[in-house]
């Protein structure tokens, strides 16, 4: 019961956020025009790409202390010691790109400045993240989850009601003004979150070299972020074709579409972090059934959702973000099949890379979609426009279930429908909690 109650409220606080997420999208929307609206989208999607490759070292948190069973402080030496030395190389990058900004102006470096300049930052939060889950801290990372999006909220809302009051003052640089509270609202949340690490780790979170645990860390990390790369291009490959081939006027009313479809991740992605650290820690044939139990549950929820958001955000877009983003809600619409059946797909690379130790197979699985997401896009959005790259998408997140889905009939031996039918304990679990919701009702 207490793991229901902590996977409710964890949707909770990921709903939250995704309403965060949202309602932040709509203040960018209401100042700035659809084409700048779509370059900040590009930028921040880039620094949330470019970050990824250095975050998947981070998973080695789960996979070294909960199933390697190194120790704690070798585990955080070690891979503090890499996060500074990747910095400095950041560092570097972000230097070299001033001077090119200053030796031809052109507004792709200072973007390429922004983002190398708020990558240590988000590649931290994303570390101290990661260690947080390894330590079941779960209550802890849902509620820094929703600090960067809260500090955010409150300087979008600031630039709009200066815009509105006193437009002479912002308006010539309200993209510039937009990406520095972004810069700013990350650096805030990479400095809590340091903090609150430093008081639950009880070790020192001091950079260490240590052989052993190196080699492990690079050999896991190389994989998970390759994989993790790829992850990203799979879920943008989409956003960077429509980028590419019809701008950044297209590209704005895409990135509605694509936010709006993504809140259905936050059931998925609730479900998943209260496992994470049981699927890695529990013997080969316990963590099996828990993944089953898991993916039955999250591919209902997500069915159960998906339903809802297409009844509730149709109408919605049109009413929030007004006629401007209209031509957002057909590809939102067409998102909402691939999004179901990829938020399923985690529940199962993780039971792979954790449990297994098969790090090699999401990569490959990753590379194929992502493969038909951009040969798809390339094909059906000269013809169909953004609702072309919406279809190429969801076609190449069914495929990935699919491919994840034979993987483990492979490797496990089970069936199929034992991930998709409820078992006598789910359906045990699901009337345990009404007779328990009566009594608590009837002591009040």
């Known amino acids: 019961m207490s793991s229901v109650l902590r996977i409710l409220r964890t949707i909770f606080y990921k709903l939250g956020f ?24 590009t930028i921040t999607t880039t620094l949330l790409l470019g970050s990824t490759y250095m975050a ?7 996979y070294g202390l909960n ?7 070798r585990v955080i030496g070690s891979l503090a010691r890499f996060f500074l030395q990747a910095t400095a190389g950041i560092t570097a990058l972000f230097l070299l790109s001033l001077a090119l900004a200053a030796a031809w102006p052109n507004p792709l470096f200072v973007y390429g400045a922004f983002v190398l300049a708020t990558m240590p930052f988000v590649i931290l939060f994303g570390y101290c993240s990661r260690f947080l889950q390894a330590l079941n801290e779960i209550d802890w990372l849902n509620r820094l989850n929703m600090l960067q999006g809260t500090v955010f909220f409150v300087l979008a809302t600031t630039i709009l009601l200066v815009d509105h009051f006193h437009p002479s003052i912002v308006r010539p640089h309200l993209l510039v003004i937009t990406l520095a509270g972004w810069f700013g609202s990350n650096i805030l949340a990479a400095a809590v979150i340091v903090l609150i690490v430093r008081r639950l780790a009880g070790v020192p979170l001091r950079p260490a070299r240590n052989d052993l645990v190196a080699q492990e860390m690079f050999r896991y990390g190389r994989n998970i972020s390759v994989q993790n790369v790829l992850t990203q291009f799979n879920l943008r490959g989409d956003f960077y074709s429509v980028m590419l081939l019809q701008g950044a006027h297209a590209t704005g009313l895409y990135s509605i579409a694509v936010t709006a479809s993504e809140v259905l991740w936050q059931v998925s992605s609730s479900v998943a972090l209260i496992v994470y650290t049981r699927v890695a820690h529990r013997a080969r044939e316990d963590s099996t059934s828990l993944t089953e139990r898991t993916f039955r549950f999250t591919f209902w ?15 919605f877009i049109h009413i929030i973000f ?9 590809p939102f619409q067409i998102l909402l099949a691939g999004t179901t059946a990829y938020g399923t797909v985690g529940v199962l690379t993780q039971f792979f890379t954790d449990q297994l130790g098969k790090v090699r197979y999401p990569m490959y699985m990753q590379g194929a979609s992502f493969a038909t997401n951009v040969l798809l896009c390339v094909i059906l959005i ?20 699919v491919l994840s889905l034979f993987y483990f ?8 429908r034992s991930l998709f039918f409820f078992s006598a304990d789910d359906v045990a679990l699901l009337r345990s909690l009404r007779p328990r919701r009566r009594a608590h009702e009837g002591g009040k």
């Open 409 to 416: 009939r492979r490797h496990t031996g089970r069936p199929l």
């Open 301 to 315: 929820l997500m069915i159960v959702g998906a339903v809802v958001l297409f009844a509730v955000f149709s109408p």
């Open 18 to 41: 995704a309403a965060l997420t949202f309602v932040n999208t709509y203040l960018v929307t209401r100042y700035l025009t659809v084409s700048d609206k779509g370059i900040y989208s």
């Open 67 to 73: 199933r390697l069973k190194f120790e704690r402080p």
């Open 322 to 330: 007004t006629d401007r983003y209209a031509a957002s809600v057909r």
């Open 382 to 401: 000269p013809h169909m426009g953004i609702s072309g790259a919406a279809l190429a998408s969801s076609i190449a997140y069914g495929l990935s279930l």
């Open 56 to 62: 998947g070292y981070s998973a080695f948190f789960n």
